[in-house]
Antibody, heavy 116, light 110 residues
Framework: QVQLQESGPGLVKPSETLSLTCTVS????????WSWIRQSPGQGLEWIAY???????KYNPSLKSRVTISVDTSKNQSSLKLSSVTAADTAVYYC??????????WGQGTLVTVSS | QSVLTQPPSVSAAPGQKVTISCSGS????????VSWYQQLPGTAPKLLIY???KRPSGIPDRFSGSKSGTSATLGITGLQTGDEADYYC???????????FGGGTKLTVL
């Protein structure tokens, strides 16, 4: 059974860079697309980006200028960096596997709060 | 304002049936597969329906999906209190070049 686990700081200061890692277990990161999705408190889901295991990427145009997504196949990990954060970036960040047109496996999510 | 429009809430009694609509446009639902996700309180979303009407292994046949034109529908029969959750539809939007989700529908089983 594929499992995803997000990790990273739970508190980030305004204007700094948010950095998260998604570790995949129970399966290989190779052969699949991996995505990041966030959910602001009490709000809906917002897709951030996805990356193929080869490194090709696709970003949400609304966040593209601030987002970098990467993959490390040797560690079975995907990483997300979001720069110049503000309070509006406070959210639960999820990583998910994208297969076809579907996010079939999700991590449990990690809450990131942007505050000084 | 979400690209895909869902009713904020629906409710029904245990054992009854409910449907949740997801309205989009020609750039998203009409020309791409729709998936549905269930988010129980305090948990991550879970895949419920993919490719408009397919159920992953382990999802009971009480859950069904359909699509027609620019709208999709999630149906749940034999409602149980454990079905109380937020439900989201999602698909690719070719104009935005982005994955988009509905705003979510809160299901209450009275």
């Amino acid at each position: 059974q594929v499992q995803l686990q997000e990790s990273g700081p739970g508190l980030v200061k305004p204007s700094e860079t948010l950095s998260l890692t998604c570790t995949v277990s129970g399966g290989s990161i190779s052969g699949y697309y991996w995505s990041w999705i966030r959910q602001s408190p009490g709000q809906g889901l917002e897709w951030i980006a996805y990356i193929y295991y080869t490194g090709s990427t696709k970003y949400n145009p609304s966040l593209k200028s601030r987002v970098t997504i990467s993959v490390d196949t040797s560690k079975n990990q995907s990483s997300l960096k979001l720069s110049s954060v503000t309070a509006a970036d406070t959210a639960v960040y999820y990583c998910a596997r994208l297969i076809g047109n579907t996010f079939d496996y999700w991590g449990q999510g990690t809450l990131v709060t942007v505050s000084s | 304002q979400s690209v895909l429009t869902q009713p904020p809430s629906v409710s029904a009694a245990p054992g009854q049936k409910v449907t949740i609509s997801c309205s989009g446009s020609s750039s998203n639902i009409a020309n791409n597969y729709v998936s549905w996700y269930q988010q129980l309180p305090g948990t991550a979303p879970k895949l419920l329906i993919y490719d408009n009407n397919k159920r992953p292994s382990g999802i009971p046949d009480r859950f069904s999906g359909s699509k027609s034109g620019t709208s999709a529908t999630l149906g749940i029969t034999g409602l149980q209190t454990g079905d109380e959750a937020d439900y989201y539809c999602g698909t690719w939007d070719s104009s935005l070049s982005a994955w988009v989700f509905g705003g979510g529908t809160k299901l209450t089983v009275l």
